[in-house]
């Protein structure tokens, strides 16, 4: 893919304050969740907002499971869900702090949710008692991500736990990791997305770079994994500003993206270990990626992360 076979178009009515969290249906709807303590659904076809609904404060994530249901979680503590077609609410359920990430499991119909209260809860919401298991990690939640089997968590101290969601979802003692590892990047943990095939995650850091890592921990395995230098910019002839690598997305085809704080969104092909591309300079930073089921997408929220404090910045925008 090159630029000029992109096309790009900018969604109305984006959010008011900072965009955290972007996630695609198989039918192009895109849900958005933000500091304003929004979440909006986009039809990203019509290029028109949908739906909203609100949390009482600060929505910190966001994910559909399936086409027709919506999951958010919020700085006011509560898990929702929200039926697409009905737009009937439902409070799940809460954490004791914070709620920073929450990721859907299709296989095992299981709503996962990560919080500053240092524990990932696992919640069938079919059920009139919805919580599953509560899983206790050493600290923080900053970033989780749900793949088929397995649900990988990245904590404050550069912690990454791996759990194998058919044993900690089948019984509520089974709350112990299938691997503890500490980030193989020295500084702190931002983003990290399981690859399409689930055989690793990538990880990103705060200092421009990002690591590809494998679950397999045979020495074959693992010495394939790696880790690159991104999102820096060196002056002519100056020093290298390095930028925090906020979040990845990945291609159905195992292709993916990364957006920093260099208001850059680059594009790289992880098994070559080359850039394919990098699109144009976006207003601001780059707070979230997310690329739709067929891959013809990529949504971009550019979106100030207060990197350098309260000062006046663009207007949150989406791009398609």
């Not at 290029?47 to 919506?70: E, L, P, R, W």
């Amino acid at each position: 893919t090159t630029n000029a076979t992109m096309t790009e178009v900018q969604l109305p009515s984006p959010p008011l304050d900072g965009i955290t969290g972007l996630s695609f249906n198989s039918l192009d709807n895109l849900l958005v969740s933000s500091w304003d303590g929004t979440v909006r659904l986009y039809d990203t076809t019509r290029n028109i907002q949908q739906f909203s609904y609100k949390h009482k404060a600060a929505v910190f994530d966001c994910c559909f499971g399936g086409d027709t249901k919506m999951f958010s979680g919020s700085l006011d503590k509560a898990v929702k869900h929200v039926e697409v077609l009905s737009g009937i609410e439902v409070e799940i359920g809460s954490h004791d702090d914070a709620v920073k990430s929450v990721g859907w499991n299709s296989e095992h119909q299981i709503l996962a949710s990560g919080s500053w209260d240092k524990k990932v809860k696992l919640w069938d919401i079919r059920s009139a008692s919805p919580l599953i298991s509560t899983l206790q990690l050493p600290e923080k939640i900053y970033t989780m991500d749900v793949g088929h089997d397995r649900i990988v968590v990245g904590t404050a101290e550069r912690h990454i736990w791996i759990y194998d969601i058919r044993m900690v979802s089948s019984s509520p003692s089974s709350s112990n990791p299938e691997q503890k590892r500490e980030s193989t990047i020295k500084f702190q943990t931002r983003s990290l997305r399981i690859y399409p095939n689930q055989t690793g995650y990538a990880l990103a850091s705060i200092e421009g770079r990002v690591a590809m890592e494998y679950f397999d921990q045979t020495p074959e395995t693992q010495i394939r994994k790696y880790a690159f230098k991104c999102h820096r910019v060196r002056a002519e002839g100056g020093p290298e500003t390095v930028y925090p690598v906020n979040c990845i997305a990945f291609h159905p085809l195992g292709t993916f993206a990364t957006g920093g704080c260099d208001n850059k969104v680059s594009v790289w092909d992880g098994e070559n270990k080359k850039r394919i591309c990098q699109l144009r300079t976006f207003p601001t930073s780059i707070a979230a990626l997310a690329f739709s089921h067929s891959g013809e997408k990529l949504a971009i929220a550019s979106s100030y992360t207060f990197e350098y404090g309260d000062i006046p910045h663009p207007a949150d925008s989406l791009f398609i």
